[in-house]
């Protein structure tokens, strides 16, 4: 399984590059999976469905499954902060890609997702995880650097840079537990 971070400031474009990315993958016959951070409090489920009833009644887990989908839901008791690792240790097996949206500090490789006109810092010159950057001004870098610089628009061109150095992104989570 390979996996590759996506990071950048709130508005960046991540999540509609991975969007994007996500059916480039799948026409090369690979499967993807996705693990997204939230930064707030956030619900999948509904007032008044019974999982959500199971929940308010106090269930730690919840597992819905039907013949197309499986969703679990876990409460915990107090304020629980999970690494990028717990969340990988948590997916079904059998994946290609896995894709991170967000967890910017991680020690996963990652790909920033840079635009000039936000007027946000670039994070490249100062994490040694930021693998490349994608990027619609590459002209606006505001530091030179000699990682890949992608373009955003092009999500073909990612997917290929990616599956030519894929062995690079290759998880191994012995080395994070």
Known sequence: MNVVGFAGYSGSGK?????RLIPELRLRGLRVSVVKHAHHRFDIDQPGKDTYRHRQAGAFEVVIASNR???LMREFEQETQ???HHLIAELYGG???????GFKDSDLLKIEVWRG???MPARYPHD???AAVATDTPHDLPQPTLRP???LNDPAGLADWLLTDQGRFEYRAEAFV
């Open 15 to 19: 999540t509609t590059l991975v969007e």
């Open 149 to 151: 610089v992608l373009d």
């Open 117 to 119: 006109a936000s007027g």
């Open 82 to 84: 999970l690494s990028v």
């Open 69 to 71: 989908r499986l969703a």
């Open 95 to 101: 994946v290609d890609w896995v894709l991170v949206e």
């Open 128 to 130: 040694d995880f930021i």
